[in-house]
């Protein structure tokens, strides 16, 4: 097949990562015969330097002509200036929203090799297999500001369409899994919440009265999450409690570093990220973990190419280096290899070598 493929690099350890992205990508692309046309752009604080916009036109016409888009991680402390709008994540914000991805999956699966990389006790982790779906392009990250010398707002909104919206890619993908859909809110308090909760029961009812439907409140899941992740199949929930939850949640996986992400919107078309971020402090050493964007790539191929054959090759090719030790300095441990963590690039090759190599 034919496809063009946006790929943002971005700041920090992105284009690192992105690197071992891509090698996978068109090693894809020749193993299976499809014509993947690569393009990159400037996105991010790359994009404030050189043209003082973090999501320069020329990006986002690509973006919106791609389809799909491949992102590295953006932001770091030289870009953290005092106009909001200058800021990476702006950028970030307005590429989700334009390109209408509002359903973001964080697909959070342990690997039984890595149980020992997560602060978690191992057998907590048994059996942890679970999905978030956070709402991605509205809530109070989007909702008006404001600011004087004395105080300062941000409005958090929602209507029942867009929580509609969302509530069915997750009802989909739970009928597609265990049948058990859980939306977090804090209905006891917000009157976001109250509208999130009233609507997610109605939608369901009529649409998915075969999905098992749960609620509960954001404190007490942030707390089941790490008393017993196992219970969990699709979680759903708004903009903010997502972002927080997920990151929360990626330590169940031993690291931020081998967590992928899809952003969906009504089309194929998504934008593919790790879910970590440009950390700085460990940018341009070649040590930063590039399986979350590995498998952000096999996500890509599934969701907006319809390619399911490919990512599960790829998914496979990352689970078996992980078995036979591969690992980056993020999940070393003194049990494998004596401790000595792979580099970007080595951790790349390893998996490019089972890919190509097959089961
Ligand atoms: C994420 C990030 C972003 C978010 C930032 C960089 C704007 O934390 O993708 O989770 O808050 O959505
Ligand atoms: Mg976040």
Same mark, same amino acid.
């Given at each position: ?85 200058? $800021?990476?994540? +702006?950028? %970030?914000? @307005?590429? !989700? #929203? ?9 697909? &959070? ?23 978030f779906?956070r ?32 509530? $069915?890619?997750? +009802?989909? %993908?739970? @009928?597609? !899994? #265990?049948?058990?859909?859980t939306s977090i809110d804090k209905s006891? &308090?917000?009157?976001?919440s109250?509208?999130w909760r009233?609507?997610v ?13 749960e609620h509960a409140l954001v404190d007490s899941a942030a707390?089941h999450l ?6 969990y199949?699709?979680i759903v929930t708004e903009?903010?409690f997502g972002?927080?939850l ?114």
């Amino acid at each position: 097949m034919k496809a063009l493929i946006a790929v943002l690099p971005g700041d920090g350890i992105g284009p690192e990562v992105v690197a071992e992205g891509v090698r996978v990508l068109e090693a894809v692309a020749v193993r299976h015969g499809h014509q993947f046309t690569l393009q990159s752009a400037d996105f991010g604080g790359v994009a404030i330097d050189a043209v003082a916009d973090p999501l320069p036109q020329a990006t986002l016409d690509l973006c919106l002509r791609s389809d799909a888009i491949l992102l590295g991680a953006i932001g770091g402390p030289k870009w953290g200036g005092s106009d909001p709008l200058r $800021r990476p994540e +702006a950028g %970030l914000l @307005r590429l !989700r #929203r334009e390109l209408g991805v509002y359903a973001n999956l964080r697909p &959070v699966a342990v690997h039984p090799a890595l149980r020992s990389a997560s602060p978690l006790r191992p057998e907590l982790l048994v059996g942890v297999d679970l999905v978030f779906v956070r709402e991605l392009t509205g809530g109070i990250y989007f909702g008006a500001k404001t600011r004087d010398a004395f105080s300062a707002s941000d409005l958090c909104s929602y209507s029942v369409a867009e929580v509609e919206r969302v509530t $069915r890619v997750a +009802a989909r %993908l739970a @009928r597609a !899994r #265990r049948g058990k859909l859980t939306s977090i809110d804090k209905s006891n &308090v917000l009157e976001t919440s109250r509208l999130w909760r009233e609507t997610v029961t109605r939608l369901m009812a009529a649409e998915f009265a075969d999905v098992t439907l749960e609620h509960a409140l954001v404190d007490s899941a942030a707390m089941h999450l790490i008393r017993k992740p196992s219970d969990y199949d699709v979680i759903v929930t708004e903009n903010m409690f997502g972002d927080i939850l997920t990151d929360e949640a990626s330590m169940l996986a031993g690291s931020l570093g081998v967590s992928p992400s899809a952003s969906l919107g009504d089309g194929t078309r998504g934008l593919f990220e790790p879910i970590h971020g440009s950390a700085p402090d460990i940018a341009g050493r070649g040590i930063a973990n590039p399986i979350g964007t590995i498998l952000s790539v096999a996500l890509l191929l599934r969701h907006s190419l319809g390619l399911e054959t490919e990512a599960q090759e790829i998914e496979a090719a990352v689970y078996r280096a992980i078995d036979k030790g591969l690992r980056t300095a993020d999940i070393a441990s003194a049990d494998v290899n004596g401790g000595r963590a792979a580099s970007t690039r080595e951790a790349g090759e390893v998996i490019l070598a089972e890919l190509t190599a097959g089961a």
